[in-house]
Nanobody, 124 residues
Framework: QVQLVESGGGLVQAGDSLRLSCTAS????????LGWFRQAPGKEREFVAG????????YYADSLKGRFTISRDNAKNTVYLQMNVLKPDDTAIYSC?????????????????WGQGTQVTVSS
């Protein structure tokens, strides 16, 4: 089981950028496929981005492609989510997740381990 801890959230204004980090504290993540999800108040959790174990293949929600970038540094046991041109609709709790399976990264059910999440609030 991977223990994941997110950081980097906060309150920003529309148009600002944020970089979220998710670090594994008890296991090397180099073999794990990783993802970011978000959940806004009153809404279902939605896929944001995913990345292959070697970091070469990213996956994005179509609506976020171009504004968000996922990356990873296996030496630091960390996955990142760079978010640019933030909008009020991006306000949510952002969580990272990990899986060793080959299941689709687009679905929350594919992941085995989750972090607690970090709050991102974008004011207009």
């Amino acid at each position: 089981q991977v223990q994941l801890v997110e950081s980097g959230g906060g309150l920003v204004q529309a148009g600002d950028s944020l970089r979220l980090s998710c670090t594994a504290s008890n296991t090397a993540i180099e073999n794990y496929r990783l993802g970011w999800f978000r959940q806004a108040p009153g809404k279902e959790r939605e896929f944001v981005a995913g990345i292959s174990a070697n970091g070469r293949i990213p996956y994005y929600a179509d609506s976020l492609k171009g504004r968000f970038t996922i990356s990873r540094d296996n030496a630091k046991n960390t996955v990142y989510l760079q978010m640019n041109v933030l909008k009020p609709d991006d306000t949510a709790i952002y969580s990272c997740a990990a899986t060793l399976s080959g299941r689709s990264l687009y679905f929350a059910s594919s992941y085995d381990d989750w972090g607690q999440g970090t709050q991102v609030t974008v004011s207009s």
